[in-house]
Structure formats: structure tokens, C-alpha cells
């Protein structure tokens, strides 16, 4: 894996374009910088080892530490200190369903057994704030970066999990079968593809945001603020509908009729 240095234009269309490109950090003989106007394989190799590092770091810290294992914080917490018939507990319940379970099932597979530690509330305005971080996170924002990467990385070139020979050291020594070398083999390839098809679609049983089956509240005053959310959502479902019909290609992953209500897989 390397840790590149890229160096994007913006341009009059506002589209970001790779113009240089380092693999590693620290300038040296064998750390070359590439540019569009090297040969066609030394551009696309430095592209490729680019988008390597973006992959992991995609999946490491924005995937697996912004909303799965924060998600986490939020459902050990609320079982420890809050009790079933708490109203708190019945709001926050529903956003919590198997996501113990999968990042238990993540710890064993990919991470240590570190943790982290939050503190008690001082305000209601404080508390508001984080009931609303914990719901959004572990709903809308592991939608954002957990529903399309199939679509984003399913050609593999584009999120390459390994990558089976160093980066080159020199310009003008890479070439198509060095490229194809490089790049993961047919096994590796078709084991990403499925935990990345797996990790994108939608639960079986998928709870839409916002949908609380259980009914856990029967008290008049927060039924009617359910309610109220729902209706909010739906505006927000088709105003998002709206803007799609206008997109080459739609963006649904924040259409609340899409986001799961919890970080279930």
C-alpha cells in the first residue's frame, strides 16, 4: 500500500483532474512523480495504486470508524444506561438493530479490540444534539458511504483491494502486462466484488428511516412527533425524486425510502 500525494485541477466545468501524482511520501530517486504526458501504463499505474489507498481508507475511516464502530458507541451505551421504557431508549432502539452483531463480525475479521469512551449530558440542547448525531449516523451517513460502493468500486481498477507488485520506481518501465500484474488476481477480485455487492444492498428485511414497527411509543405526544419526522422525510424522498429526473445518473443512496434505519450491514 502506498500513502500517494496528488495534485488535482479544478476545471472551468468543475471537474477534478489528477495532474501529478507521488506513491510515497518523501521525495527520493525511486519516488517519481507522474504526470498525464508519461507513457499510457505509468500514468494509469500511479492512478491505480491512487486509487488503492483511496479504497482503504474509504473503507477504514470513513466506512468502518465514521458510522459502524461509532454507531456502536451509541448502542452499548444506550443498553447499559438506559432503560427499556425510557422515551430515549424507544427513539434510539430501532436505529441500533444488529449493529453489534455485524461489527462484531468486522473486529473479528479486520480490527484490534480498542475502544473509545464519551461523556454525561450538561443541557437539553447538548443532548438533543447528540440523539441527533447518533439517529443520522447510524442511518443516513453509513447510506452515503456504505450503499454505493458496489456501484463505485464493483470495476475493480477503480478500488483495487491489493495490489501484487511494488509501484514503479523508475518512468518508463511499466506496461500493460505490468499493470495486469499489479492489479489483484481473479480470486481476490471476485471475493471483493461480493463483500462489496453484500456490504451495498439493501437488508432483506430493510426498516426504512424513519419506520418503527415495533411501536415502541404508545404516548400521544411522541406518536404525533413520529409522525411529523415521516412526513418531513417524505417531502425530503421527493424532493430528492424530483432532482434525479434532472441527473444522468440519480443519486438515491440519502433518499430516505432507501436509508436502512440502522447500521445493519
Not at 512523480?33 to 500511479?46: G, N, V
Not at 411501536?215 to 411529523?228: A, G, R, T
Not at 425530503?236 to 432507501?258: C, F, G
Amino acid at each position: 500500500m502506498m500513502a500517494p500525494l496528488v495534485l488535482l485541477h479544478q476545471t472551468p466545468d468543475d471537474k477534478l483532474m489528477p495532474i501529478a501524482i507521488q506513491l510515497k511520501q518523501t521525495p527520493a530517486d525511486d519516488n517519481p512523480i507522474f504526470f498525464p504526458t508519461d507513457s499510457e501504463y505509468d500514468w494509469l499505474m500511479a492512478k491505480i495504486f491512487v486509487r488503492s489507498a483511496d479504497f482503504h481508507e474509504h473503507q477504514l475511516n470513513i466506512h468502518l470508524l465514521h458510522t459502524h464502530l461509532l454507531a456502536e458507541v451509541f448502542a452499548v451505551s444506550l443498553l447499559r444506561n438506559v432503560p427499556m421504557v425510557h422515551p430515549l431508549y424507544k427513539l434510539l432502539a430501532p436505529h441500533t438493530r444488529y449493529t453489534l452483531q455485524i461489527n462484531s463480525l468486522a473486529r473479528a475479521l479486520l480490527i484490534s479490540d480498542d475502544g473509545f469512551f464519551m461523556k454525561s449530558f450538561i443541557t437539553v440542547a447538548d443532548l438533543v444534539m447528540f440523539v441527533t448525531m447518533a439517529i443520522f449516523t447510524s442511518s443516513g451517513q453509513h447510506s452515503a458511504v456504505s450503499s454505493g460502493q458496489f456501484d463505485y468500486g464493483g470495476w475493480m481498477p477503480n478500488a483495487p483491494t491489493t495490489m501484487q507488485l511494488p509501484p514503479p520506481t523508475r518512468k518508463g518501465t511499466t506496461s500493460k502486462a505490468t499493470m495486469l500484474q499489479t492489479l489483484p488476481n481473479k480470486g481476490t477480485t471476485v471475493n471483493a466484488m461480493a463483500i462489496l455487492r453484500l456490504l451495498s444492498k439493501q437488508s432483506s428485511d430493510l426498516v426504512p428511516l424513519g419506520q418503527y414497527p415495533q411501536d415502541n411509543f404508545s404516548e400521544k405526544i411522541p406518536c404525533n412527533l413520529i409522525k411529523d419526522f415521516q412526513a418531513s422525510l417524505q417531502e425530503l424522498s421527493a424532493a430528492i425524486k424530483a432532482r434525479n429526473e434532472n441527473l444522468e445518473v440519480p443519486y438515491t443512496y440519502l433518499d430516505p425510502r432507501e436509508v436502512e434505519n440502522s447500521a445493519a450491514i
